[in-house]
């Protein structure tokens, strides 16, 4: 089977492939506030880190409409800070629950039963209870090529200044995913726990 982008139908497929194929994605939980205070929550699954030193992260959002953006991309193009949350198994529902639609200014925290607890180098908070969350500032803003329709995705670029995790997810020195199983994002309404994990080195690796 070979066909572009979008020509799944075509090709007997009756929804389209694409995030099935390149899966796992990790879930970015991203934290923001908006610059009348307001404090939004929201998962995106176009999310990855970028880089280690500088670490870097980014996630990507789609246009609501032609001309209305989410409010994650307007929070963090008004005050330039966000927090990137983990997800693991505990939070799967909580996580769910903020993806709804909500009014701008509605925070998606109280919706969700979760605390917001302060962050250490921004003013955004973290979610209370993850595994790990990352601290950032906003780097870079990419529009990404629009569709025949006007839609299209926005590229957020984000400079990490601050890493927490939880101690009870570290043994012996490296996080345990045993601790957290990290859930992740396939295609279609489906989702991966982390839990088969095995070690390889790469070549000329002791
Ligand atoms: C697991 C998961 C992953 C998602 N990934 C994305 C994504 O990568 N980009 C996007 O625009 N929306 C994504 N969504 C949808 C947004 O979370 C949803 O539109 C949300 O209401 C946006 O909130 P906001 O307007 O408060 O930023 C995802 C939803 C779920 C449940």
Redesign the pocket.
Known sequence: MFFKPMQHKAAGLPHNPLKAIVSPRP?GWIASRGSDASI?L??????NALSEDPAMVM????LDSPDHQ???LRNVEETGEFVVNIVGEAQFDA??IS????AYGDN?FIHAGLDMVDSDTISVPRVGGVPAALECVHYETLPLPRNAEGGG?TMVIGTVTGIYIDDAVIKDGLVDYHAFVPIS?LGYRDYGRTGDIFMASRPGQE
Do not use: C, L, T
Not at 42 to 47: D, E, I, L, N, R
């Open positions: 879930i939004n929201a998962p995106y699954s176009f999310f996630f990507s959002v789609q989410k409010d994650s996580m769910n993806s709804g639609s909500f998606e995705y994002r």
